[in-house]
C-alpha cells in the first residue's frame, strides 16, 4: 500500500460517551464513576475524548461535575480531552479545568437551537466568536457542531443550504473542524449522500466529521456514506449511549463498538483495541443498569464471530 493510500485510511474516532452519552442519564452518575470511564476509554486506545460539558447545571444538571471530572481523571500522552462551552462562562470554567480542547455547538435548525440555547442560530454564532478567540489565544483549538443536519424534532426536514451556511460561519471564526450531527438518528445513506455531496463542493473532507445518532439504525450505513466522501474523523459512543435532552426519544450516537468493527474490517486503521473497548462498554452499562446493546460488543463479548 503506497504511503499516500496509508494515510486515506486512518480514522479518528471522537468518543462522546461521557458527555452525550451521559448528559442525557436521569440517574445520578458520580464523579468517580465518569473518572473511571474516561480513563479506561483512553486505556482502549481513544485518543479524543469528550469528557465533559461546560454548560449550565440547570439546563443539564448530568454534567454538573465536570470540572471534578476533568480534576480525577489520568490525563495519558497523546490522548485530548475535550468540552462544550455554549458561552464565555464555560469556557472559563473549562480553562480553569484544564481542558485540551473545547466544542462550541450550533443548529442548522432555528428551533433546535432555541430550545438548546435559549437563543436564534446568529445569537449562538455571536456568542461562540469571542469563545474561539479566547480559545485560540491560549492555543486551545475548537471543534464545532452542527445538529439538525437531516431532520429537526421540531422543524422536520432541514435544507443542505442551512447546514452549510452554518457550518461555513463555525470555520470561519476558527473552529478547525465541523461535526454534523443528525442529533435525532433520521437519516439514511441517501439523504446522507445528498448532503455530503452539497458539502464537499464547499468543504474539504478533512474539515467536516460525522455525528450519527443510531435512533433508526441508519448510523453504520451513513458512516459507510461518510467514508466514500472522504470523511475520517466520527463521533462515536461506547455501548451507544446518550442522546440530547432536547431531542426527545433520540437514541445515542453510533456505538463506538459497531464503528471500530466496520473500519477493522473495511481496512481502516483507528488504534483501538476492541476487546478492551468491549470490556468498557459491559462495564458502563452494568454501572448504569442497562443491557449491553452495542451490537458488535455483544457479538464479540459472547465470541460470536471470529
Ligand atoms: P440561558 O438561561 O439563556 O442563559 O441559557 P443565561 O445566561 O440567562 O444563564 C442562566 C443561568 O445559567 C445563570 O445562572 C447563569 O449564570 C448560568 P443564575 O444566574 O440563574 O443562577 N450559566 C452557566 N452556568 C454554568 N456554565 C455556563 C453557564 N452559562 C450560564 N456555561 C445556556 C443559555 C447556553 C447557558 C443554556 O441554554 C445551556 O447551558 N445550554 C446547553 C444545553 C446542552 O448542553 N445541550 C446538550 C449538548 S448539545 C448536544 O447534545 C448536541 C450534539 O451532541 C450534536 C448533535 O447530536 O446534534 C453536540
Ligand atoms: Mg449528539
Not at 454564532?125 to 471543534?143: D, T, Y
Request: a neutral charge; glycine letters at 8%.
Amino acid at each position: 500500500m503506497s504511503t499516500a493510500s496509508s494515510s486515506d485510511r486512518i480514522v479518528k474516532i471522537a468518543e462522546m460517551s461521557a458527555r452525550d452519552g451521559l448528559q442525557n442519564e436521569q440517574q445520578s452518575i458520580s464523579a468517580e464513576c465518569k473518572i473511571a470511564l474516561v480513563n479506561r476509554l483512553a486505556d482502549a486506545g481513544l485518543r479524543y475524548i469528550e469528557a465533559g460539558s461546560f454548560v449550565s447545571p440547570k439546563w443539564v444538571p448530568q454534567m454538573a461535575n465536570s470540572n471534578v471530572v476533568f480534576a480525577g481523571i489520568t490525563r495519558k500522552n497523546g490522548v485530548t480531552y475535550a468540552a462544550l462551552t455554549p458561552n464565555m462562562r464555560g469556557w472559563e470554567n473549562a480553562l480553569a479545568a484544564n481542558v485540551d480542547e473545547v466544542a462550541v455547538f450550533a443548529s442548522a435548525s432555528e428551533s433546535f437551537s432555541q430550545k438548546n440555547l435559549n437563543c436564534d442560530i446568529a445569537t449562538s454564532l455571536s456568542r461562540f466568536e469571542p469563545v474561539v478567540a479566547a480559545a485560540r489565544q491560549h492555543g486551545i483549538a475548537v471543534r464545532g457542531y452542527v445538529s439538525c443536519i437531516l431532520d429537526c424534532p421540531y422543524d422536520g426536514a432541514i435544507s443542505p443550504s442551512s447546514v452549510e451556511k452554518v457550518t461555513h460561519h463555525l470555520l470561519a471564526m476558527g473552529c478547525y473542524q465541523v461535526s454534523l450531527g443528525d442529533t435525532i438518528g433520521t437519516g439514511t445513506p441517501g439523504r446522507t449522500r445528498t448532503l455530503l455531496h452539497y458539502l464537499n463542493q464547499t468543504f474539504k473532507p478533512e474539515q467536516l466529521a460525522l455525528h450519527m445518532h443510531d435512533t433508526y439504525g441508519q448510523a453504520i450505513a451513513n458512516i459507510f456514506v461518510g467514508l466514500d466522501h472522504g470523511i475520517r474523523t466520527f463521533d462515536a459512543s461506547t455501548a451507544g449511549l446518550g442522546g440530547c435532552p432536547y431531542a426527545q426519544g433520540a437514541s445515542g450516537n453510533v456505538a463506538t463498538e459497531d464503528l471500530v468493527y466496520l473500519l477493522d474490517r473495511e481496512g481502516f486503521y483507528h488504534g483501538i483495541d476492541l476487546d478492551e473497548l468491549c470490556r468498557t462498554g459491559e462495564w458502563i452499562s452494568q454501572q448504569l443498569n442497562k443491557s449491553y446493546t452495542a451490537r458488535a460488543g455483544r457479538g464479540i463479548r459472547s465470541k460470536a464471530c471470529i
